[in-house]
């Protein structure tokens, strides 16, 4: 219990995420991912690099950037919009804690609803266990963790996570991060894809950042969002009544 | 550990200022916390809760600051207003999990004795979402007194309860205050307030109107006549002979019997029984009719 992580506050957040109807979305982009990959697969003659664009741009741009939004959102920003928040905020559990538990929570989910399909989209798309799928299966998991943190800490900014955290999606990480060389360095997506292709040493993988980078940078806005996170948590109010 | 206190405590949002240079001490026993709708009440109950920062001043619970520190919840139980609890866990679970937030060493233990505290054992292996608003009222509390709290504070405990829960809860409450627990609820309904808090402290506009046991607060308030209902084997000769006293301001012969305002309480007490006797009348029934918490805030909020 005096871990950072708390298996109580893990288990009310994973009956709570799976309770509400959101749930069924963070299946939807995944599903959508392998599906295309399927057609593409029986439609394209192999050696074309749809395989980079479709896994690659599209599976780390949108589908692992939406997974992890919803998902992220979901761990701590209902209980907060809900008021339920309140009950395990009155109990002396430290407020690292709460972060830590359901960023954990978060990311593992994000890795089962993103990177496996993933893994299973690369496995579909190469014909068997090849550098591109693993590496798109590892570039996943290291970008869950990062999207994660950063959605767990607007779940505590703003009560609009929701929307702040699809324009932070679209305009920064699908535009900015894709086009402007220097927003690179500030973009998640590039992190993963960095991962990614230390592994795959694939050139239509469109990675911007050198693995050493991706590890760096990474680890920084992770630990940053985080313990800004704690604090905002900390800071946590009720509203009153006005005058 | 049990005293809560707000040192000249004001909290503003923007220009709007909810609460205004407060200054009180809460101790063991039952006290209530009143006012009108927007008054600052809830305000007051998450300063001192440690879920507002004040603007100014000072809110600690047992000597140590409530913002930003976790710690109180090892003294202080909150049973918040909004109806918002882990609607997919039983009763049992939502207040055995938080009797493991506490780091109790026996949580089953401890949330059966808070359960049954708060008489909530037959429906403890229900699902919250079952429930009555009642029933998560006082499922709410089984779990803000799971860990034996010093400080219980309750934001408007008695809503959605019907009368028999209502009893229950007033039960409960004025058994913990007993035990020199500090006991602080903020309720409309002045009717219960009365029967259960020791103390009462009025807010109004975001200020401290009034503080202390409102019987004597009533007394105090010198510029408003006390009204008596007297009962006697003759009530019209008592009133005109009561009209010719000083302390005495109208008497109104009724049904019930004579309505005497008196403008000094104590002078009237005094005066009454040496005067019965002299007119060789017989009292048999004296009762002061606005001595009721509920005219004593209705003065204060008109004032």
């Known amino acids: 219990m005096d ?30 991912l392998i599906l295309i990959t399927v057609v593409l697969k029986a439609a394209r003659p192999p050696g074309t690099p749809w395989p980079g664009r479709i896994l690659g741009d599209f599976g780390f741009s949108v589908v692992l950037s939406l997974t992890a939004l919803i998902i992220g959102t979901s761990v701590l920003g209902a209980e907060i919009d809900e008021g339920s928040i309140v009950h395990l905020l009155a109990t002396p559990v430290r407020r690292s804690s709460v972060i830590v538990t359901k960023f954990v929570i978060g990311a593992v989910l994000t890795m089962a609803f993103v990177a496996v399909p993933e893994l299973v989209a690369g496995l579909i798309a190469t014909g068997g266990f090849t550098r591109l799928a693993v590496g798109l299966f ?3 998991l290291a970008g869950s963790v990062v999207y994660n943190a950063v959605f767990v800490m607007l779940s505590v900014l703003t009560t609009r996570a929701i929307a702040v955290g699809l324009l932070y999606v679209l305009i920064w ?71 | 550990m049990s005293t809560v206190e707000l040192r000249n405590v004001s909290r503003w949002y923007g220009n ?24 600052g009440k809830s305000t007051v109950l998450h300063l001192i809760a440690g879920f507002l920062a004040p603007s100014r001043g000072e809110v600690t619970v047992g000597g140590a600051a409530s913002w930003r520190n976790p710690g109180i919840y090892r003294t202080v139980g909150l049973v918040p207003e909004r109806d918002s609890v882990y609607a997919f866990l039983t009763g049992e679970e939502f207040v055995r999990d938080t009797a493991t937030l506490h780091q109790l060493a026996d949580p ?32 709410k509390v089984a779990a803000a007194l799971v860990h034996d709290p010093q400080v219980l504070l309750l934001d408007e405990p008695f809503n959605g309860m019907d009368p028999r829960q209502r009893l229950h809860m007033m039960d409960l409450l004025i058994k913990l ?33 009034a503080s202390g046991d409102f019987r004597a607060i009533r007394r105090l308030m010198t510029s408003r006549p006390h009204v008596f209902l007297v009962r006697s084997s003759d009530d019209r000769r008592l ?65």
């Open chain 1, 3 to 32: 871990g950072a992580f708390n298996k109580v506050i893990a288990s009310i957040t994973l009956r709570a995420v799976f309770g509400r109807k959101r749930a069924l979305l963070f299946a939807v982009p995944p599903l959508i």
């Open chain 1, 138 to 140: 590892v570039g996943a």
């Open chain 1, 173 to 243: 990480e699908v535009v900015l991060g894709n086009f402007v060389s220097g927003a690179r360095l500030l973009s998640v997506e590039q992190y993963a894809l960095g991962v990614a292709n230390s592994i795959a040493h694939y050139g239509a993988l469109n990675a911007g950042l050198t693995l050493t980078t991706a590890l760096i940078m990474g680890v920084i806005v992770t630990v940053v969002t985080l313990v800004f996170a704690t604090r905002r948590l900390s800071e946590f109010s009720l509203k009153g009544d006005a005058v």
């Open chain 2, 16 to 39: 709007v200022v909810a609460v205004n240079d407060i200054t009180m001490t809460i101790g063991p026993g039952v006290t209530g916390l009143l006012g009108p709708n927007g008054a």
């Open chain 2, 108 to 139: 089953a233990g401890a949330a059966r004795r808070a359960i049954a505290i708060a008489d909530m054992a037959d429906a403890q292996g229900r699902r919250i979402s079952t429930y009555s608003k009642g029933m998560r009222q006082r499922i």
């Open chain 2, 177 to 209: 205050g007993a035990e020199g627990r500090t006991i602080l609820l903020s309720s409309h309904i002045l009717e219960e307030v009365e029967q259960l808090a020791d103390t009462i402290q009025v807010i109004v506009s975001g200020r401290l109107a």
């Open chain 2, 239 to 303: 009133g005109s002979a009561l009209i010719g006293r000083p302390a005495v301001t109208g008497v109104e012969l009724t049904g019930g019997g004579l309505q005497v305002r008196a403008s000094d309480f104590g002078a009237f007490s005094r005066e009454l029984a040496g005067l019965a006797r002299d007119q060789d009348i017989r009292l048999r029934e004296l009762l002061p009719e606005d001595e009721s918490l509920e005219s004593v805030f209705a003065y204060l909020v008109e004032s």
